[in-house]
């Protein structure tokens, strides 16, 4: 079910609703969360127990109307200077890379960041990882999404199809391994060549999502 990057006016309120109006303008990520569970009180929505995902869980932006469940704890207000795509784009793609890069990856000026993965939230990794001061190598399969990762603020680019081994040219290029590495597609062999990437006491965040049969992928934990 599509439709889970959406942004809009508010039409109408439930009862219970307390800082929301008609009329509003707003966004939201992509998975709500409750705000009273324990996940959400430590500050991490996104595994949220009772979870609320548009165009996943319910209907997403698709769909004309789009009720939005736990309205209090996930709009977000939007300036009247930014427009609904923009701001669609913001809610998913945007904010997972900025979690995974900036957060929970920890990257800074002068580090080394391996971006496996260039469709939307690869790219705004790379161009988090940028604005962060960061140098970023960028891996895909295909010539125009790098040549896209470049343009976004990539220092290098790989084509996975056109090296003999993807690992051994990023541990080159960043010479001895990216100081954090970005699965931004959700495969077994991007997860262990993402891993392998790294030197040591390097960090991985896993962004992409598996798909049910790979959702035990064989990872390289030791050197």
């Known amino acids: 079910m599509p439709g889970h990057e959406l942004a809009g006016t508010v ?4 009862k219970h609703l307390k800082h929301w109006q008609i009329g509003d303008r707003v966004t939201l990520p992509f998975v709500c969360g409750c705000g009273g569970c324990p996940q959400c009180l430590s500050g991490n929505h996104q595994v949220c127990d ?10 997403g932006s698709f769909a004309e109307y789009v009720a939005i469940r736990y309205a209090d704890v996930n709009l977000v207000r939007l300036p009247e200077t930014m427009d609904f795509v923009t701001a669609a784009s913001l809610g ?4 997972t890379a900025f979690r995974a ?7 800074s000026a002068g580090e080394w960041v391996v971006i496996f993965g260039c469709g939307g939230v690869g790219l705004s990794a790379i161009m988090i990882a940028n604005a962060l001061g960061a140098r970023v ?3 895909d399969i295909t010539d125009e999404k790098l040549a896209l990762a470049r343009a ?3 220092a290098e680019t790989l084509n996975g199809r ?12 960043s010479s001895g391994g990216a100081h ?3 699965d931004a597609l959700g495969h077994p062999q991007t997860c262990f060549d993402a891993i392998s990437s790294l030197r040591k006491r390097g960090r991985h965040v896993q962004v992409g999502l598996f798909q049910s049969e790979h959702r035990h992928p064989r990872c390289p934990w030791t050197a």
Do not use: E, I, K, Y
């Open 11 to 14: 039409t109408a309120v439930g």
């Open 50 to 59: 009772h979870q609320f995902q548009p165009g996943f869980t319910a209907w």
């Open 162 to 173: 056109a090296v003999d081994n993807v690992v051994a040219a990023v541990h080159d290029l």
């Open 101 to 107: 890069v900036a957060d929970q990856g920890r990257a």
């Open 92 to 95: 998913c793609r945007f904010v």
């Open 180 to 182: 954090v590495s970005v």
């Open 137 to 139: 190598v960028a891996v």
């Open 152 to 154: 976004v603020g990539a």
